[in-house]
């Protein structure tokens, strides 16, 4: 607060009047009254301020934490997909028929025959015994018989017991053709001789294998087949069938 001296009022000039006089020293008054206000007004540190190395710590901090929030996968609709075009198989891989022989083309195949035993013709004691067989063609096309085929004697659960051998499937240049209208019939005879094992169970059956693979055919039994006689032991038996004539 600024010192006033009341002791050094300026005097007033005389010839003042003292009303004038009044009014002056109510107003240094004043003045003074103002100037202590004005040091009054200065602010004084406040308690919390004046505390050496306090600081001002925050009520709450806030800490922003991060959480991860997992990511919505789309789903995708399913497409259908184009089926794929198959993949043509090499040439190579491929098998290819083996053609056959010329003397072959046209023949009748197994499949379009029926065979049928028609008779055995044989004394029981003869040594060789011959089975009478029919074909039928039992399609509806046309084929050609020509040559001569392999016979096979089979016992009545169809085992082979007796075979012409492979060799005897055979057909040449030479030998006539004969066509087969649907329902024709062509003939042949198979002989079956010396055989010296224990007698077959019957009824026996007689096969006609064609040839070039075409077929192979089974005449079922017809009644109680006759048995050639042993007339060479040691050997084996034999069979074998004459060429297909009408």
């Given amino acids: 607060m600024s010192s006033l001296s009341f002791g050094t009022t300026r005097r007033l000039q005389p010839g003042v009047p003292a009303p004038w006089r009044r009014v002056a020293v109510a107003g240094c008054l004043a003045l003074a009254l103002a100037g202590c ?12 301020s004046s505390v050496s190395g306090a600081t001002a710590t925050p009520s709450a901090t806030a800490t922003a934490t991060a959480t991860a929030v997992p990511t919505e996968t789309p789903t995708v609709a399913p497409t259908d997909a184009p089926t794929p075009a198959p993949t043509p198989t090499p040439a190579a891989q ?12 046209g023949l009748c195949t197994g499949a379009q025959l029926k065979l049928e035993i028609t008779a055995w013709i044989g004394d029981p004691g003869a ?7 029919t074909a039928t063609n039992v399609s509806s096309a046309s084929c050609n018989m020509r040559g001569t085929s392999e016979a096979q004697i089979l016992n009545s ?16 240049s030479s030998d006539t053709v004969y066509t087969l209208a649907p329902n024709g019939t062509i003939n042949t005879i198979t002989q079956w001789g010396n055989w010296c094992k224990a007698a077959p169970a019957q009824n026996l059956k007689v096969a006609m294998v064609e040839p070039f693979g075409l077929g192979r055919i089974v005449a079922p039994a017809n009644g109680v087949g006759s048995v050639p006689t042993c007339y060479s032991s040691g050997t ?3 069979v074998s069938s004459e060429a297909w004539l009408p």
């Fill in 236 to 238: 084996g038996t034999v």
């Fill in 37 to 48: 206000s004005a040091a009054a007004a200065t602010p004084t540190p406040t308690a919390a």
């Fill in 157 to 172: 659960g169809g085992s082979v017991i007796a075979d012409a051998g492979s060799g005897q499937a055979h057909v040449t």
């Fill in 127 to 133: 040594g060789t015994v011959y089975a009478h067989l």
């Fill in 94 to 105: 491929k098998s290819t028929p083996t053609p056959l022989p010329a003397l072959a083309i």
